[in-house]
């Protein structure tokens, strides 16, 4: 091998593997391969370790790179490269500080010399005996010989390199002689060599175990590469497989198809045949009809008494036969489909048939009886001629629902597409409705139907609570509210200084509020946050506790003169009524600050509850004989319940108090003058009310809605909680 040859070797063993030019300041990392500082610095560290970039191995690193040590091999070769002639840095002499080119090296002193250096060595009488070479008659042995000559000394206090000669047992590190001399003196040391020969057989050593390694994952890899050429010739013949079966099924289709073609083509035959006799028959009635109308208009067009007189006899017989003829009546070809068994493609069959009204059927609740804002069902089911179910994309089913007024309700069709049907409508008003169906144009037998729409019921299940200061009884109750949380019901038991908690079956849990920092004065009203904490007003002040009866925050809020009750958004925000002022005002979620307040137009009266519910602010006005609708801006909207002289008739109010909403979404007012509740739409028109169960003693004040859609009311004048189902 030629010196330049070799000198391509080495610069390839010497190229960074990142940048994939001549190392710049190698740096080794603990794997052992080795890069350009700079080209470290751009690989990112996660918590001091770095992933190599040739063996993917993630390595320790510290905290600076420049710590990294340093390969000599590397930096003995950065120190031949430049010998090879035609490289781009030309090596400089070692020995004058000018730094002149290097034109020869002395393999004794492992320096490269100037031309004037170089005469210098060979004039000294130490030196003059050195073997040394001229750098352009340099030699490929002659190269690896400097590869592998002896290794100077780094410590720059040395006037001359210094041969690493010895290696340190203590420090762990090769010195020269004056190394050993100055900072060595007593550490145990032996000859650099004899210390590398001691670590070669270790790594000889290692490289022994190493080496059956090798030839066994060598092993796996050509086992790999086999079982990766086994998979691929068995991906080919399975490619081949598909493409042979995918053709004998399409040669298989092509013959289903032509077969199915024909029949449709029979099918097609059959009704252009049976459409052309029709349309011929039209044809010929219309010709028939029309000759006989000119017929008699040419006569009266004549107006000659005679013709009108001999002809108006057989004209008129001809004419009522003509109108006695059975209509004609359209032709109407069959459905024609093409149905796909599951079992494949090539096994589906042409379907020829028709859907029969007078077989469809319709059945459900929906059809018989329902009850005012409750959302009731039917069930649709399409029959064909042969009595089965039966659906096509372009068949029209046409529902109407009309309520006692005349007016069409929206509805709902939930089309399955098999020949099913759900239809679904919401009654707004009660009376007798009408429900029409019927499929392209024919009426479904038993069409139309009659459906009784009745109002709410309800009915009382059971009361709790009784006059008395013990735990479960009740001293002036005026506020009651649910947890959406738990279901729990929480009462302001206003005399008796408490709120006491009870399960959704009535069954007394605890009571709270009468001792220590949350003692309260006179609770007036009570409600549930939607995190489960019972929100208590207590005059201007409002309470905040667990469930458990823990205070966890009370506020006195100076917005407030004379508040009357407290509710809940959906938003947290407290909705508060103030006799004060005769306003609403919306406080923060912690009540201490007021985000809004605002009155009834044109009203003198004072607000008793309020609610938030779909936007709307429902807001009751004892005095005013109404509940008044705002919106959550504060804009009034519209009343409910207006004056009437007939104080008792249905949605009219006479004292409205406590309100709430259902599950349905409808709106239940206190009517206390009328010792009733009475239900609404959020829009304000009477669905029902609930009084025949009620003494006449009773007084309505406070009422919630448990999850399960039972209705909670305090009768304030019996001290008692009823439950209506």
């Given at each position: ?39 470290l610095k751009k690989i990112p560290v996660e918590e001091e370790m770095m992933e190599c970039p040739v063996c993917r191995t993630s390595v320790l690193i510290p ?145 022994n175990k190493l080496k059956p390694l090798v030839v066994l994952y060598e092993s796996k890899m050509n086992k790999q590469v086999q079982l990766m050429e086994r ?495």
């Amino acid at each position: 091998m030629d010196a330049q040859e070799l000198f391509k070797q080495l610069q390839k063993e010497a190229e960074c593997p990142v940048c994939l030019e001549t190392v710049d300041n190698p740096k080794t990392l603990p794997c052992l391969h080795s890069f350009c500082l700079n080209c470290l610095k751009k690989i990112p560290v996660e918590e001091e370790m770095m992933e190599c970039p040739v063996c993917r191995t993630s390595v320790l690193i510290p905290e600076t790179l420049i710590d990294l040590p340093t390969s000599f091999h590397l930096n003995r070769l950065l120190d031949i490269l430049p010998l090879r002639g035609n490289g781009t840095e030309a090596q400089r002499c070692g020995i004058c500080e000018e730094m002149h080119t290097a034109t020869c090296y002395c393999f004794v002193c492992v320096r490269f010399m100037c031309t004037a250096c170089f005469d210098s060595h060979q004039r000294t009488n130490g030196t003059r005996g050195h073997r040394n070479v001229l750098i352009e008659n340099l030699q490929a042995p002659q190269v690896l010989e400097s590869i592998r000559a002896p290794t100077c000394c780094l410590q720059k206090c040395h006037e001359l390199k210094e041969p690493l000669k010895y290696y340190c047992q203590q420090c762990k590190v090769c010195i020269c002689q004056k190394c050993c001399e100055a900072d060595h003196d007593r550490h145990a040391m032996i000859g650099i060599h004899e210390a590398a020969n001691k670590d070669k057989v270790q790594m000889r050593s290692v490289i022994n175990k190493l080496k059956p390694l090798v030839v066994l994952y060598e092993s796996k890899m050509n086992k790999q590469v086999q079982l990766m050429e086994r998979s691929r010739e068995e991906n080919a013949a399975a490619r081949k497989k598909v493409t042979e079966t995918v053709e004998e099924v399409i040669r298989g289709l092509r013959e289903h198809e032509t077969t199915i073609h024909a029949k449709l083509d029979e099918i097609h035959d059959i009704q252009q045949r049976d459409h052309s006799t029709q349309l011929e028959n039209f044809q010929l009635l219309v010709t028939q009809l029309n000759s006989f109308v000119e017929f008699g208009e040419a006569v009266i067009e004549r107006n000659l008494s005679e013709e009108i007189l001999h002809t108006q006899s057989s004209y008129g017989k001809q004419g009522e036969a003509f109108l006695n003829l059975k209509k004609m009546e359209l032709y109407d070809p069959q459905h024609v489909d093409y149905a796909v068994t599951s079992q494949g493609l090539i096994q589906g069959h042409v379907i020829v048939k028709h859907a029969d009204a007078s077989k469809s059927v319709a059945e459900g609740k929906g059809l018989v009886r329902t009850s005012v804002d409750t959302e009731t069902n039917f069930k649709v089911t399409i029959i064909d001629e042969e009595g089965k179910q039966y659906y096509h994309k372009d068949d029209q089913m046409t529902v109407n629902v009309v309520d006692p007024q005349g007016s069409l309700l929206n509805k709902n069709i939930e089309d399955y597409k098999d020949g099913k049907y759900m239809v679904a409508y919401t009654p707004q008003s009660v009376g007798m409705h009408t429900v029409s169906i019927d499929i392209n144009g024919k009426a479904l037998a038993g069409s139309p139907w009659k459906v009784k729409v009745m109002p709410h019921h309800h009915r009382l299940l059971f009361k709790f609570g009784t006059s008395g200061r013990m735990r479960g009884q009740f001293d002036w109750p005026v506020s009651i509210a649910v947890s959406k949380r738990t279901g729990n019901i929480a009462v302001a038991d206003s005399d008796n200084r408490r709120i006491q908690l009870f399960n959704s079956n009535g069954r007394y849990l605890r009571d709270f509020g009468q001792t220590g920092a949350e003692k309260l004065n006179k609770p007036k009203s009570v409600a549930f946050t939607s995190f489960g904490d019972v929100t208590v007003l207590d005059s201007n002040k409002i309470f905040v506790f667990s469930e458990t009866g823990n205070l966890i925050s009370s506020t006195v809020n100076e917005h407030l003169i004379n508040p009357s009750s407290l509710s809940v958004g959906s938003d947290n925000h407290l909705i508060v009524c103030d006799k004060g002022d005769k306003k609403i005002k919306v406080l923060s979620t912690d009540g201490t600050e007021l985000l809004r307040s605002f009155s009834a137009p044109d009203c003198g009266t004072s607000p008793e509850f309020a609610i938030c519910h779909q936007n709307k602010i429902f807001v009751s006005y004892f005095e005013a004989n109404c509940v008044k609708v705002f919106s959550v801006e504060g804009q009034f909207a519209f009343n409910i319940g207006n004056i009437s002289k007939l104080i008792d008739r249905d949605g009219v109010l006479n004292g409205p108090l406590g309100l709430s909403v259902d599950k349905d979404g409808n709106l239940i007012v206190c009517d206390f003058h009328n010792r009733r509740l009475q239900l609404f739409t959020p829009d304000g028109l009477f669905i029902s009310k609930i009084e025949q169960q009620l003494r006449q003693s009773v007084g309505p004040y406070s009422v919630a809605v448990l999850n399960d859609n039972r209705v909670l009311m305090i009768d304030i004048l019996g001290h008692s909680i009823h439950v209506f189902q």
